[in-house]
């Protein structure tokens, strides 16, 4: 265990790395890579090389963030959560609007999402205020507000873009921050039962048009299937093509004949289930799933409660990301835009996760650090 004024060598925290999570991290974006060169009918452009490139400055920045000392993480949660937020405020001012939402900030040489960033840096945050409280100021209703006031902030300002699947995400990541903090399971029955109530007061006066449609057609895609059913009829009919072994690299009928929409992002695990069949997806999925149990087994050998919360928040995001976005190519649960990690394309996305996949690293490399709590 080491003290509050140690420090590691930069060889000591090379040989701390779990290169097992770095071996998975690369495989991923190689299988998004691949998926983005067939998504473009055998081509680099316009998502394959592009996906390369960003992965390439978001794993080198992945490792600069792993090497920084997960004690100036501590110190940099709130500048950080601030900055984000500011970010988000600024979308609404002046953001860029695409699919008829205003999600995005023009940074001349990328377009930035800043609500991705936002699910990082609320995590730092609510790990920043947890690790200064004890079993009992978690029992405090009192003194959870401040952290709830960290969480409703931005996930308000993410509903304004509108963005509903985002603005869930953040909640339900900061919700199992609060649960792995110790606090009681009977404000979270009384959070739900308070939510419960007010659901007609949200779907009425809260849900835009599109987003009720797509809880109706979630309900009954057959009802419309050339209109708002289209897109999950056809992800379902590409899934159910692709069989046992699927039709083959470049060989998707419903992917590359263009019914199978967004299939560049959102219905990229459809594309590739349809080329490696129910084998390749099951291999995705095992991939995917052994990053989940890296971050969980990490965040349980931190010796400090910082580093505990950070990991179980990124990998608890992770899976959301992960759960979220194939349970919906499925139609088990309504369509909503949520990339599939580092396979997707997307940008923000993918910094904001390998951003996340640093602070992982971090805690791993200094997981024997303890330092004190502070109210």
């Known amino acids: 265990m080491f003290n509050n004024k140690e420090y590691l060598t930069f060889q000591q925290k090379l040989s701390r790395l779990s290169f097992g999570l770095i071996i998975l991290i690369i495989l991923t974006a190689t299988i998004g890579v691949v998926a983005l060169y067939s998504a473009a009918n055998g081509s680099w452009q316009p998502w394959a090389f592009k996906h390369l490139v960003r992965f390439i400055a978001g794993f080198c920045g992945m490792l600069i963030v792993a090497f920084i000392d997960i004690r100036w993480w501590l ?152 209109g708002s059913g289209y897109h999950i009829m056809q992800s379902k009919i590409a899934l159910g093509s692709g069989g046992i072994e699927g039709k083959g690299f470049l060989q998707g009928t419903q992917s590359h004949l263009n019914f199978l929409p967004e299939k560049q992002t959102d219905f990229i695990f459809t594309l590739l289930a349809e080329e490696w069949g129910f084998l390749g997806g099951i291999g995705i999925f095992t991939v995917l799933a052994l990053i989940i149990a890296y971050g969980f087994l990490i965040a349980r050998s931190s010796y400090n409660q910082y580093g505990r919360l950070v990991c179980a928040g990124i990998t608890v995001n992770f899976a959301l990301y992960v759960f979220i976005n194939i349970a919906m190519v499925m139609g088990l649960i309504p369509v909503v835009g949520v990339p599939l990690p580092m396979i997707s394309n997307g940008g923000s996305a993918m910094l904001a996760v390998l951003f996340g996949f640093g602070l992982m690293l971090s805690v791993r490399i200094h997981r024997e650090f303890k330092f004190a709590r502070k109210l």
């Open 75 to 226: 110190k940099l949660s709130y500048p950080a959560y601030i900055v984000s937020l500011l970010l988000l405020v600024a979308v609404e001012l002046k953001g860029h609007i695409g699919m008829g939402a205003q999600r995005w900030i023009d940074l001349g040489f990328m377009r930035l999402q800043p609500s991705e960033v936002m699910k990082i840096t609320t995590v730092m945050a609510l790990a920043r205020i947890f690790h200064s409280y004890n079993l009992e100021n978690v029992k405090n209703p009192f003194l959870l507000v401040r952290p709830l006031i960290l969480v409703i902030i931005p996930a308000a300002l993410v509903l304004m873009q509108p963005d509903l699947g985002t603005a869930l995400i953040i909640i339900m990541v900061s919700g199992s921050i609060f649960f792995l903090a110790g606090v009681p399971l009977w404000m979270f029955a009384a959070v739900g039962a308070s939510a419960i109530s007010v659901a007609p007061f949200i779907w009425h006066f809260l849900l835009k048009d599109y987003q009720k449609q797509r809880i109706v057609t979630f309900l009954n895609p057959e009802k419309d299937p050339l």
